[in-house]
């Protein structure tokens, strides 16, 4: 089974420019997460869908990230423009639901590395 | 307001012996505990989760332990191997609404052979 798929591995822009994240998750896995994950942090979620529909966006720095996923399958996170702060490994995760009282594992694609300068 | 802390960033331990990795929590919310492994340039791996209403699992050389009262859970690892060597993160979802996950900043395990 293919795991979850991110492009580019890493990203080296200067500050104000914009970028773009592209993930493609697990076939047939429902929910896609974003998480920012800062240097000596723990992935913090961004913004959550449901198939094509988002569940929570509450830590999302909306005037300047935006997330769509069209179709319900791939999704891409935009950063515009980008500020120094937002250097960090950007990962993208995916499970089958979200919802309920098992646990769905969540599946974490390897990261792109932003370095903002 | 961190609501998942790991308050040891690193941990060395000989091989063969047992790892303890420790992780606190604030929120009564969180339904399930759950433990991610990651190695370098690489994404976060699941490891070992636990519902709420339990207070141990276990999966082979890895056992989780959870203390409610104390809000408290560990992770046990025994025997360590150096190929367990990685960053720990410690998470807990959210029982309500979106059951978004919060992780801890990590600690980093070091086997030593």
């Known amino acids: 089974e293919a795991g979850v798929a991110q492009s580019p591995r890493y990203k080296i822009i200067e500050k104000r420019q914009s970028v773009a994240f592209w993930c493609n998750p697990i076939?047939?896995?429902?929910?896609l997460y974003w998480y920012q994950q800062i240097l000596g942090q723990g992935p913090k979620l961004l913004i959550q869908?449901?198939?094509?529909?988002?569940?929570?966006d509450s830590q999302l720095p909306k005037d300047r990230f935006s997330a769509e996923r069209l179709k319900g399958v791939d999704s891409t996170l935009k950063i515009q423009p980008a500020k120094l702060e937002d250097s960090a490994v950007y990962l993208c995760?995916?499970?089958?639901?979200?919802?309920?009282?098992?646990?769905?594992?969540?599946?974490f694609g390897p990261g792109t590395r932003l370095t903002v300068l | 307001d961190q609501q998942v802390k790991q308050n040891s960033p690193s941990l060395s331990v000989q091989e063969g012996r047992i790892s303890i990795l420790n992780c606190d929590y604030t929120?009564?919310?969180?339904?399930?505990f759950l433990w991610y492994k990651k190695y370098p340039a690489e994404g976060p791996t699941f490891l070992i989760s636990?519902?709420?209403?339990?207070d141990k699992n276990e999966d082979g050389r890895f056992t989780v332990f959870l203390n409610k009262s104390a809000k408290h859970l560990s992770l046990h690892i025994v025997p360590s191997q150096p190929g367990d060597s990685a960053v720990y993160f410690c998470?807990?979802?959210?029982?309500?609404?979106?059951?978004?996950?919060?992780f801890g900043k990590g600690t980093k395990l070091s086997v030593i052979p």
């Open positions: 995760a995916s499970s089958l639901v979200a919802s309920g009282i098992i646990w769905n594992e969540q599946f």
């Open positions: 076939s047939g896995h429902a929910t």
């Open positions: 869908f449901q198939n094509n529909g988002v569940v929570d």
């Open positions: 929120n009564s919310m969180f339904d399930y």
């Open positions: 636990i519902s709420s209403i339990k």
């Open positions: 998470g807990a979802r959210s029982g309500a609404g979106s059951y978004q996950l919060t």
